[in-house]
């Protein structure tokens, strides 16, 4: 696509539920990243693609945390048993490759746990 | 341990003045520096970059500068403009790597 697609835009969830957040990367874009953003908080990484494998999963906070990426195009971020502390405005973005150039990132997925 | 630092969380610039947003690092094998802009709701985008190599990139009203012995990044934009209100991110890089590490923002108020 024109740019990088992130579903739904909001998400509100109670507490101990799974939620599954959705990336859809620019086409031909090998690269994908996760960032989250929480309140008053910079951009946290989470996650990194290369392809279908995840070289880099360093950022992912807890084991409730996993994500796939399917035929080196879209990618899911899952959240299992949700708490109060995983809301934030979750951002997927995506590149050529390593890029000096920085990633084009989507609009976020804001979740809210309540 | 906060590897990028934006010590500002905002900003206010009459129109028409220059507006100087800084960001502060620790790591000196970063190579690469970007600077994004956020509206609200939508995600970032990239506004300009520098390698560690120079000491300054211009495009426009935004020039970004580079003082690697003071391990500092500056952001200039002249003259503000109202549409220009929006938080600002400084990322980096390590040489050799994919991920870029951000600072917290700075929220820049442009007043018309």
């Known amino acids: 696509g024109a740019g990088v697609s992130q579903s739904p835009s909001n998400k509100v969830t109670e507490k101990g539920k799974d939620v599954e957040l959705r990336c859809d990367p620019i086409?031909?874009?090998?690269?994908l990243y996760w960032y989250r953003q929480s309140l008053g908080q910079g951009l946290e990484f989470l996650i990194y693609?290369?392809?279908?494998?995840?070289?880099?999963k360093s950022g992912l906070p807890s084991d409730r945390f996993s994500a796939e990426r399917t035929g080196g195009s879209v990618s899911t971020l899952t959240i299992q048993r949700t708490q109060q502390e995983d809301s934030a405005v979750y951002l997927c973005?995506?590149?050529?490759?390593?890029?000096?150039?920085?990633?084009?990132f989507g609009s976020g997925t804001r979740l809210t746990v309540v | 341990d906060q590897q990028v630092k934006q010590n500002s969380p905002s900003l206010s610039v009459q129109e028409g003045r220059i507006s100087i947003l800084n960001c502060d690092y620790t790591?000196?094998?970063?190579?690469?520096f970007l600077w994004y802009k956020k509206y609200p709701a939508e995600g970032p985008t990239f506004l300009i970059s520098?390698?560690?190599?120079?000491d300054k990139n211009e495009d426009g009203r935004f020039t970004v500068f580079l003082n690697k012995s003071a391990k500092h990044l500056s952001l200039h934009i002249v003259p503000s403009q109202p549409g220009d209100s929006a938080v600002y991110f400084c990322?980096?890089?390590?040489?050799?790597?994919?991920?870029?590490?951000f600072g917290t923002g700075t929220r820049l108020k442009v007043l018309a």
């Open positions: 790591n000196s094998m970063f190579d690469y």
């Open positions: 973005a995506s590149s050529s490759g390593v890029s000096n150039y920085g990633y084009t």
């Open positions: 520098i390698s560690s190599i120079k």
């Open positions: 990322a980096a890089k390590e040489k050799g790597t994919y991920k870029y590490i």
């Open positions: 693609f290369q392809g279908n494998s995840a070289p880099d």
């Open positions: 086409s031909g874009h090998t690269a």
